[in-house]
């Protein structure tokens, strides 16, 4: 099931994302189309590519990077229900995989939409725990406000 969702759930997921960025608080450093430079240079190395810079990222590239990188480990890997899928995905993609992950597995155990609202939950209050939250908060919380809306429709 989950396998079949991802250009559902990575559409939504990508409009958070938006294109080039370098911003001096942002600890991920350059990122294009969502995907961090250091990110995409290992994804080159394994696929015995040369390394060149991630403004150089095509969409194929990119897609391939987060079907590989962060669906398939979370969402298809567990063949999530539909708007679990989405809500563990983006946290993965935002937050890394494994912070998605343990989300999930500390929110499991009621209906699809009650565990949507509290992975949602988990990773609003771990980002406003962080330092940058007063320069990336307004965005991250639209975000996560945006998931856990479509998340709960989905469920």
């Given at each position: 099931m989950?396998?079949?969702?991802?250009?559902?759930?990575?559409?939504?997921t990508?409009?958070?994302?938006?294109?080039?960025?370098?911003?001096a608080?942002?600890?991920?450093?350059?990122?294009?189309?969502?995907?961090?430079?250091?990110?995409?240079?290992?994804?080159?190395r394994?696929?015995?590519?040369?390394?060149?810079?991630?403004?150089?990222?095509?969409?194929?590239?990119?897609?391939?990077?987060?079907?590989?990188?962060?669906?398939?480990?979370?969402?298809?890997?567990?063949?999530?229900r539909?708007?679990?899928?989405?809500?563990?995905?983006?946290?993965?993609?935002?937050?890394?995989?494994?912070?998605?992950?343990?989300?999930?597995?500390?929110?499991?155990?009621g209906?699809?939409?009650?565990?949507?609202?509290?992975?949602?939950?988990?990773?609003?209050?771990?980002?406003?725990?962080?330092?940058?939250?007063?320069?990336?908060?307004?965005?991250?919380?639209?975000?996560?406000?945006?998931?856990?809306?479509?998340?709960?429709?989905m469920?």
């Amino acid at each position: 099931m989950a396998k079949d969702r991802f250009e559902i759930c990575h559409a939504i997921t990508a409009k958070w994302e938006g294109g080039w960025s370098n911003h001096a608080a942002d600890p991920g450093g350059k990122t294009m189309y969502g995907v961090t430079e250091r990110v995409y240079h290992a994804w080159l190395r394994g696929q015995g590519k040369a390394i060149k810079p991630v403004r150089n990222i095509t969409m194929a590239e990119a897609l391939a990077i987060y079907r590989a990188e962060y669906w398939a480990p979370t969402a298809e890997r567990y063949n999530l229900r539909p708007g679990v899928d989405l809500a563990t995905y983006d946290a993965g993609v935002n937050s890394g995989v494994s912070r998605g992950l343990r989300w999930l597995m500390q929110s499991v155990g009621g209906p699809d939409h009650e565990t949507v609202k509290k992975i949602c939950a988990a990773r609003l209050s771990f980002k406003r725990g962080l330092a940058i939250f007063q320069t990336f908060g307004r965005g991250w919380t639209n975000r996560v406000t945006d998931i856990e809306a479509r998340g709960v429709k989905m469920a």
